[in-house]
């Protein structure tokens, strides 16, 4: 289907997780058949919405943009079992959104939880080239900082209702510091898709209070055994790669950041001044850094 560079397309993907499918969301930017095709993945609480300024941009460029709802957000489904909330399982989600899609390859622009996911799959090995040819990783590696878990883990997962989109719209705003200066009509736009009605009346975030569960579950050691096949992926990457920061990141520190430019893949990085966790990449300047790395 042909799209504007305004204007997504709803899709869904049955997808077979455990004994049931599952309706995996996915939005669609720009024409079908173009000849590149970008992935665009969001974090952990977040939606596919969050890419609609460098969706259209890209779009505009002639890529075709696939930013997927992940399971648990948005306008997926939620799992019966959330403890099938988990990277792994993610990646090999997004594997059978590849193959709808029909294309070798594509490029990949994760923020967060979506460039961890993208880090799966572009390490993943087969008969022909990567299937990621590019990859954008913004604001994440495999070393997370414990203390950027504890501040996520105080909110993830809370039951809130918000009276009206302002009430919500600055209610996220207080959690969301980290995200970097965006006006008040750049925030709205990204609160919007945010929220879903709450039966009570109001609004309540469009996301599984599940999600929260395996979050929390992981220990210390699990932690480590995890980092280190981070580690282990992000070492056998091959393809060009963009490490994006922000300079008060409390998630990706600076000597993770430095590490992943001197191994692996050898990022190229770039920090944004005044941003935390994760820049939002609706700022013209964000924009234009992805949109440059990924069009050279």
């Known amino acids: 289907m042909t799209t504007t560079a305004s204007d997504p397309v709803l899709h869904h993907l049955p997808v077979l997780r455990g004994h049931q ?5 996915y939005w669609a930017w720009g024409e079908a058949r173009a000849e590149r095709t970008v992935v665009c993945v969001h974090g952990l609480s977040r939606q596919g919405r969050d890419f609609d300024e460098l969706a ?6 002639g890529c ?10 948005g306008r997926s489904d939620w799992l ?10 993610y990646v090999a989600d997004m594997v059978a959104l590849l193959a709808r899609l ?7 622009v994760g923020t967060s939880m979506g460039g961890l996911i993208g880090l799966g799959v572009a390490s993943l090995q087969g008969p022909g080239a990567p299937l990621v040819r590019r990859l954008v990783l913004n604001d994440v590696g495999p070393t997370i900082e414990p203390a950027s878990l504890e501040r996520i883990g105080q909110y993830l997962g809370r039951p809130v209702r918000f009276a009206s989109l302002e009430e919500a719209a600055d209610a996220m705003w207080a959690i969301s510091q980290g995200f970097g200066p965006h006006s008040r009509e750049q925030w709205l736009a990204l609160t919007r898709p945010m929220l879903v009605a709450h039966p009570d009346g109001g ?23 995890g980092e280190a096949m981070l580690w282990a992926a992000y070492d056998s990457l091959k393809m ?19 590490a992943m430019t001197e191994r692996g893949p050898r990022a190229r990085l770039h920090e944004f001044a005044g941003v935390g966790h994760a820049p939002m990449l609706v700022q013209p300047e ?11």
């Not at 259209?56 to 460029?61: F, I, S, V």
């Not at 019966?80 to 399982?89: E, F, K, L, S």
């Not at 029909?102 to 990949?108: E, H, S």
Request: proline share 10%; with cysteine.
């Open 56 to 61: 259209r941009d890209l779009a505009g460029q």
């Open 286 to 296: 964000q924009r234009a850094v992805v949109r440059g790395f990924l069009l050279a």
């Open 21 to 25: 499918v599952l309706r995996l969301a």
């Open 102 to 108: 029909d294309v070798a390859q594509v490029d990949w």
């Open 64 to 73: 075709r943009v696939i930013c997927p709802d992940v399971f648990g957000r």
């Open 203 to 225: 609004f309540k975030p469009h996301y599984d209070p599940a999600i929260a569960l395996p979050f929390k579950a992981v220990t210390a050691e699990l932690a480590k055994v």
């Open 80 to 89: 019966p079992d959330p403890m099938g909330y988990n990277v792994p399982a």
């Open 240 to 258: 060009p790669l963009l490490l994006l920061r922000g300079a008060e990141s409390d998630l990706l520190s600076p000597a993770t950041a430095q």
